[in-house]
């Protein structure tokens, strides 16, 4: 209130009214007659005092939110009324809950929270979907730039004139520069191509690809990349990610698939290990059984026998030092030796990547150290 104003207080009247299930909200009315600058004075009813507005406010803000949090608990504390399980399923297809436990329908009906729109095959629900893919740190600027497409006619499906044509592909040219404007976005550019030709070519899950991704974004912030080869990089950033994830990739592949020598992926690969503080999980044997076992045909049976003997051999502490790929190789050869399979040292060896001497010796201190009784 401005000041020179004055106010005088007519009466203060207490009132209940019940409101929202006979709760009864305790109100003050403030009436008040203010003289203006004219000597005239407004209405008295119609100035209420705000504070007991603000009150009711907040009353109400409080009670709503009572109703969500016990809605909200109510769902998660929802079980079935018939035998008490709280495995309830929910059908999204009929809109209805049914128990998993006694199958009692509980509920018929359900909001749908999906779109408003009905797609039933994969190009419609492209066409009609009104987002964008999700961020990505596989793609340089991670998926949030515009795109300026290549198609040369208008929302009516009518060729474009020549002169609109030509100034959408001067449009586009500068759209594509100015996503790479600086020399940070070129590299990134440049190894995310590297990095994503590279997965496809030693089948790589995707979420390998974006760990492989973040690792070679830290090693650029940090100022690895610059004097070295972006490719070399990108590669030791790969092998690195697939042995974070246990993805049986060895750094051998990843150089054969790479345009680099292998000597300089494993010096750029313990580089990143030791700028970047990345602590490796000790290689486990038995994510290549599978994986020479498919190369060489061998039954899944054999495969189980070989993974006993791995796990025996890691109790007994005898795969301590060794070359997991070595390591898987010679326990299915002993394996196909007690399954009766014929399988030779060399098909093994070639499976797994490794020389025959490799295989033999790992053969025999296997079998010294388990105290495995093979047939003649």
Same mark, same amino acid.
């Given at each position: 209130?401005?000041?020179?104003?004055?106010?005088?207080? $007519?009466? @203060? /009247?207490?009132? &209940?009214?019940?409101?929202?299930?006979?709760? &009864?909200?305790?109100?003050?009315?403030?009436r008040v007659t203010t003289a203006g600058p004219? =000597?005239?004075?407004?209405?008295?009813?119609?100035?209420?005092?705000?504070?007991?507005?603000?009150? @009711?406010?907040?009353?109400?803000?409080?009670?709503?939110?009572?109703?969500?949090?016990?809605?909200?608990?109510?769902?998660?504390?929802? #079980?079935?009324?018939?035998?008490?399980?709280?495995?309830?399923?929910?059908?999204? *297809?009929?809109?209805?809950?049914?128990?998993?436990?006694?199958?009692?329908?509980?509920?018929?009906?359900?909001? *749908?929270?999906?779109?408003?729109?009905?797609?039933?095959?994969?190009?419609?629900?492209?066409?009609?979907?009104?987002?964008?893919?999700?961020?990505s740190y596989s793609v340089h600027d991670k =998926?949030?730039?515009?795109? $300026?497409?290549?198609? !040369?006619? !208008?929302?009516?499906?009518?060729?474009?004139?020549?002169?609109?044509?030509?100034?959408?592909?001067? @449009?586009?040219?500068?759209?594509?520069?100015?996503?790479?404007?600086?020399?940070?976005?070129?590299?990134?550019?440049?190894?995310?191509?590297?990095? /994503?030709?590279?997965?496809?070519?030693?089948?790589?899950?995707?979420?390998?690809?974006?760990?492989?991704?973040?690792?070679?974004?830290?090693?650029?912030?940090?100022?690895?990349?610059?004097g070295r080869s972006i490719a070399a990089i990108?590669?030791?950033?790969?092998?690195?990610?697939?042995?974070?994830? =246990?993805?049986?990739?060895?750094?051998?592949?990843?150089?054969?698939?790479?345009?680099?020598?292998?000597? /300089?992926?494993?010096?750029?690969?313990?580089?990143?290990?030791?700028?970047?503080?990345?602590?490796?999980?000790?290689?486990?044997?038995?994510?290549?059984?599978?994986?020479?076992?498919?190369?060489?045909?061998?039954?899944?049976?054999?495969?189980?026998?070989?993974?006993?003997?791995?796990?025996?051999?890691?109790?007994?502490?005898?795969?301590?030092?060794? /070359?997991?790929?070595?390591?898987?190789?010679?326990?299915?050869?002993?394996?196909?030796?007690? #399954?009766?399979?014929?399988?030779?040292?060399? *098909?093994?060896?070639?499976?797994?990547?490794?020389?025959?001497?490799?295989?033999?010796?790992?053969?025999?201190?296997?079998?010294?150290?388990?105290?495995?009784? @093979?047939? *003649?």
């Open positions: 209130m401005k000041k020179g104003v004055s106010v005088r207080i $007519i009466s @203060l /009247d207490v009132k &209940y009214r019940a409101t929202n299930r006979n709760a &009864y909200i305790l109100k003050h009315i403030l004219d =000597g005239r004075f407004l209405n008295p009813k119609r100035k209420t005092n705000h504070v007991s507005k603000g009150i @009711l406010a907040r009353k109400i803000a409080e009670r709503r939110k009572a109703t969500q949090k016990k809605g909200i608990s109510h769902r998660i504390n929802e #079980k079935c009324p018939e035998c008490g399980s709280p495995n309830l399923i929910h059908d999204y *297809d009929t809109g209805e809950t049914v128990c998993g436990g006694c199958g009692l329908v509980v509920r018929e009906q359900m909001m *749908d929270k999906g779109p408003e729109w009905r797609a039933f095959t994969q190009e419609e629900k492209a066409s009609r979907s009104r987002v964008g893919v999700p961020t =998926g949030l730039s515009t795109a $300026i497409g290549r198609v !040369d006619r !208008d929302a009516f499906g009518r060729k474009l004139p020549l002169s609109t044509r030509l100034q959408m592909w001067r @449009l586009r040219k500068w759209q594509i520069r100015s996503r790479v404007h600086s020399s940070i976005d070129r590299n990134l550019a440049q190894a995310m191509a590297e990095l /994503d030709r590279l997965s496809d070519k030693s089948y790589i899950p995707g979420p390998v690809k974006e760990k492989a991704a973040i690792i070679y974004r830290k090693a650029l912030d940090k100022g690895l990349v610059r990108a590669a030791a950033s790969l092998y690195a990610a697939c042995r974070t994830t =246990g993805t049986p990739r060895t750094l051998r592949e990843i150089a054969e698939a790479s345009f680099v020598d292998k000597k /300089d992926v494993a010096r750029c690969y313990r580089l990143l290990l030791r700028e970047l503080n990345v602590q490796m999980p000790i290689a486990n044997p038995l994510t290549y059984v599978s994986k020479i076992a498919e190369r060489t045909g061998i039954s899944g049976q054999t495969q189980g026998h070989a993974i006993k003997i791995l796990h025996e051999a890691r109790k007994r502490r005898a795969a301590a030092g060794k /070359d997991p790929m070595g390591l898987a190789a010679a326990a299915l050869y002993i394996a196909c030796l007690v #399954k009766n399979e014929k399988k030779t040292q060399k *098909d093994i060896a070639e499976a797994a990547g490794v020389t025959e001497v490799t295989v033999r010796n790992r053969y025999k201190s296997l079998k010294r150290q388990l105290g495995i009784e @093979l047939p *003649d």
